[in-house]
C-alpha cells in the first residue's frame, strides 16, 4: 500500500521560504517519478516541479529560480524548498508518484498516488 504524507506547510510572510517534506512509503522514491502540484482556490490544481528516478529535476516557469526539488533516499522522502515566496504561491500543495516514470511529467494525470495534501499561505 503506498502512501504519501506531505508536512512543511505554514503561513509565511512575502519574500520568506518554506520546506516542505513527502515521506513516501510502499514505494522508493529513487525509483519513481516523483512531483509536487498546488492548488489554489477556485483554481485548477498545476505542475509545480518533478524529480525523476535518474534524478533530473523539471520546473514550472513561475518555480525555476526560487524552487528546489530533492530527495534523500535513505529517508525515503522528496522535498520542495521555496524561496522568495509571494502571495501568488498560497495553495494547497501535494506531493505525487509515479512508479512507471511516464514522459508527460506535468500532467497530473500520470500520477498514481497523491498525498492529502499541506496549506502554503503566503501573507503579503
Known amino acids: 500500500q503506498v502512501q504519501l504524507v506531505e508536512s512543511g506547510g505554514g503561513l509565511v510572510q512575502a519574500g520568506g521560504s518554506l520546506r516542505l517534506s513527502c515521506a513516501a512509503s510502499?514505494?522508493?522514491?529513487?525509483?519513481?517519478?516523483m512531483a509536487w502540484f498546488r492548488q489554489a482556490p477556485g483554481k485548477e490544481r498545476e505542475f509545480v516541479a518533478t524529480?525523476?528516478?535518474?534524478?533530473?529535476?523539471y520546473y514550472t516557469d513561475s518555480a525555476k529560480g526560487r524552487f528546489t526539488v530533492s530527495r534523500d533516499n535513505a529517508k525515503n522522502t522528496i522535498y520542495l524548498q521555496m524561496g522568495s515566496l509571494k502571495p501568488e504561491d498560497t495553495a494547497v500543495y501535494y506531493c505525487?508518484?509515479?512508479?512507471?516514470?511516464?514522459?508527460?511529467?506535468?500532467?497530473?494525470?500520470?500520477?498514481?498516488?497523491w498525498g492529502q495534501g499541506t496549506q502554503v499561505t503566503v501573507s503579503s
Open positions: 524529480i525523476r528516478w535518474t534524478g533530473a529535476t
Open positions: 505525487a508518484a509515479d512508479r512507471r516514470n511516464r514522459d508527460n511529467y506535468s500532467g497530473s494525470d500520470q500520477y498514481d498516488y
Open positions: 510502499g514505494l522508493a522514491v529513487s525509483r519513481s517519478a
